[in-house]
């Protein structure tokens, strides 16, 4: 009977010492997940940005079809996309200014750095292949993300 008493203060201690050591593991956990959400957030806000540049880059790509050349539709009656409307069109839509941009220009949540449009004046087509720039916004409190492109 005087052996179990002992057995019992055995297991007490182990499980005293074991507290202290998931104790030790929250402050690193807290930061795993700070670093696992800015991460989250910073994908997200270049996923919508990326949305948004396909719907205005498909808008401005719109646009530039609409640029038909009125002097080879007078004189042959076949419909030409013009390339250099078309160019100056995408520019516009996309704020590619050579200057300043006109009064009222509302910036979206992206940058467009380049932006080569190319046209098919015969088949009636507009390409655009853009480099879109998206800041972040927790990235910079992350080590290593300050930098870093999607």
Do not use: N
């Not at 402050?27 to 949305?51: C, E, Y």
């Not at 250099?84 to 069109?89: F, K």
């Amino acid at each position: 009977m005087s052996e179990s008493p002992r057995r019992s203060t055995r297991v007490q201690r182990r499980v005293g010492e074991e507290r202290a050591t998931a104790l030790m593991l929250a402050p690193a956990l807290v930061l795993i997940v700070l670093v696992l959400g800015a991460i989250a957030v910073d994908l997200s806000l270049v996923h919508t940005a990326r949305r948004s540049a396909y719907r205005s880059l498909s808008a401005a790509a719109d646009d530039a079809a609409a640029m038909v050349d009125s002097e080879e539709f007078q004189r042959t009656g076949r419909v030409w996309i013009d390339p250099d409307a078309a160019d100056r069109v995408v520019r516009a839509h996309l704020g590619l200014f050579d200057g300043d941009p006109p009064e009222g220009f509302a910036a979206p949540a992206f940058r467009v750095v380049s932006a080569d449009v190319t046209t098919d004046p015969s088949a009636g087509t507009v390409q655009i292949d853009a480099v879109v720039e998206v800041p972040h916004v927790l990235g910079p409190a992350v080590p290593g993300l300050e930098e870093a492109s999607l």
